[in-house]
């Protein structure tokens, strides 16, 4: 075994981008603020931390996690009968996957939620043994019944609200329409959840709804992806768990700090996707406000801060505001710690040219967001028939994509129209489109690339 020492604990850096010259009467102050992880990654789908002892860890915590995959056992599931066969596959494998001594159980969900293993409300502790009896529990595994995915939700939460450990995650696949619950109590399931556990959502086949699973992955800041092809569960869902295998540190928070008189005008995650942060805000004291970000191991990730600051005169410049990571005291008392911070800066000045340069990953950023707007708005045109609207946003999403340079949905927008000029934005709706291609764009739409360096 490898030789772990404090410097495997993970370490945090923020780092700020901007452009902090306003002219005379400016006041909107935009940053791109990229967090990184280091040396708390994987090795192998292996944390860093796993024999790492106490001393070496981060103080009063634990590395370990839990996790409950929800398995879609609805009646749907059963057309064609090998969906079902490469759900109990890919949850097997995702079973396989799993770190000894870490916390899981297995959900069977219909409009009824089931914990099909351990059983009894309790969570099983990985090993060869119970790895074994969970799939042999998912061989029983069978579809019947409707969809209420605010049931397994709700009892993945109270699975994992009784582990004693850091990192809880939930793997959800559903293949079909949440039509058992009413849309309100897929909400209330949500809002109950969000900020307890963080879960990955699958959609498999073509006849689920796009935008519910997205909003499950969102409001429980997890991934949304679909699975087109049942055969892909298996490599998709050996990847999450690897993934979930490498989180280390758990509800870590952007907290913003404004002087007297800004103005807070959003908060979103830009890379590796876009995320609207600004609704999630909980007030950490005086002018001070925490944004959720779940779960980390090696990693990096972009936010865009925009602040609107008190009208100065030349020459003037202020703090605009202090951009700090702060992990949550443990869970036996004591204080919140700072993991790493950066300051957003103000300064007015009569130098146009300095005033109106826009910094390359504020312009960047802007773009991609945008293109994740415009493809939305666009698809969302051609099911309601507007052939011209469709064609401009989609058009200004494929000239978005061109320039920054993010050639996967380039690839995907691709399979939607024929573009005629990626530069200038021209293209055609295509007569026919795959189902699949349309959600594929969808669901991926909010994926971005980082700035080109």
């Known amino acids: 075994m490898a030789n772990f020492s404090k410097s495997s604990v993970p370490q945090f850096s923020v780092e700020v981008y901007q452009n902090e010259y306003l002219p005379?009467?400016?006041r909107d102050v935009n940053a791109i603020v990229t967090v990184t992880s280091t040396g708390g990654g994987t090795t192998g789908g292996v944390p860093l931390t796993a024999g790492v002892p106490a001393s070496a860890r981060l103080p009063g915590r634990t590395p370990d996690a839990?996790?409950?995959?929800?398995?879609?056992c609805?009646?749907?599931?059963?057309?064609?009968?090998?969906?079902m066969r490469n759900?109990?596959?890919?949850?097997?494998?995702?079973?396989?996957t799993l770190r000894d001594g870490t916390l899981f159980a297995v959900i069977a969900g219909t409009h009824v939620a089931k914990d099909v293993y351990p059983g009894n409300g309790q969570l099983a502790t990985a090993d060869p043994g119970t790895k074994a009896q969970a799939k042999e529990s998912l061989r029983r595994l069978s579809a019947g019944g409707g969809t209420a995915i605010g049931t397994w939700l709700q009892l993945a939460d109270r699975l994992l609200g009784a582990a004693e450990v850091d990192i809880r995650h939930g793997i959800l696949l559903t293949d079909g329409r949440n039509e058992h619950e009413a849309p309100e109590d897929l909400r209330a399931a949500l809002?109950?959840?969000?900020?307890?556990?963080?879960?990955?959502?699958?959609?498999v086949g073509t006849d689920w709804e796009v935008k519910e699973v997205t909003a499950i992955a969102s409001a429980l800041l997890g991934t949304a992806d679909i699975v087109a092809d049942p055969a892909g569960l298996s490599a998709d869902f050996t990847r999450m768990m690897e993934n979930t295998m490498g989180k280390e540190v758990a509800d870590v928070a952007l907290r913003l700090w404004t002087p007297v008189g800004v103005e807070i005008v959003f908060v979103k995650q830009v890379a590796p996707t876009v995320a609207e942060l600004s609704g999630r805000r909980t007030e950490a004291g005086p002018r001070a406000g925490d944004y959720p970000t779940g779960s980390w191991g090696d990693e990096s990730r972009d936010?865009?801060?925009?602040?609107?600051v008190p009208e100065a005169g030349i020459g003037q410049e202020m703090l605009a505001a202090r951009v700090s990571l702060i992990l949550p005291p443990p869970s036996g008392g004591g204080a919140p710690q700072t993991l790493s911070q950066g300051l957003v800066r103000a300064v007015w000045t009569d130098d146009m040219v300095a005033s109106t340069s826009i910094n390359p990953q504020v312009a960047h950023y802007?773009?991609?967001?945008?293109?994740a707007q415009v493809i939305q708005q666009g698809l969302d045109a051609r099911k309601s028939g507007d052939s011209d609207g469709a064609t401009a946003k989609l058009g200004r999403a494929v000239q978005l994509a061109s320039a920054s340079g993010n050639a996967d949905t380039a690839k995907l927008l691709s399979k939607v129209?024929?573009?005629v000029d990626a530069a200038t934005g021209t293209v055609r709706l295509k007569a026919r489109v795959a189902e699949a291609d349309e959600m594929t764009l969808e669901t991926r739409s909010t994926k971005t690339v980082r700035v080109k360096k």
């Open 87 to 96: 759900a109990r596959d890919a949850t097997a494998a995702a079973v396989d």
């Open 74 to 83: 609805s009646g749907s599931m059963d057309y064609p009968p090998t969906k």
């Open 417 to 419: 129209v024929d573009v």
């Open 191 to 203: 809002e109950s959840c969000a900020g307890r556990f963080t879960c990955d959502a699958r959609g």
């Open 24 to 26: 005379e009467g400016g």
């Open 303 to 308: 936010y865009h801060v925009c602040v609107r």
């Open 66 to 72: 839990a996790v409950v995959l929800m398995v879609d």
């Open 366 to 371: 802007t773009g991609q967001a945008e293109l």
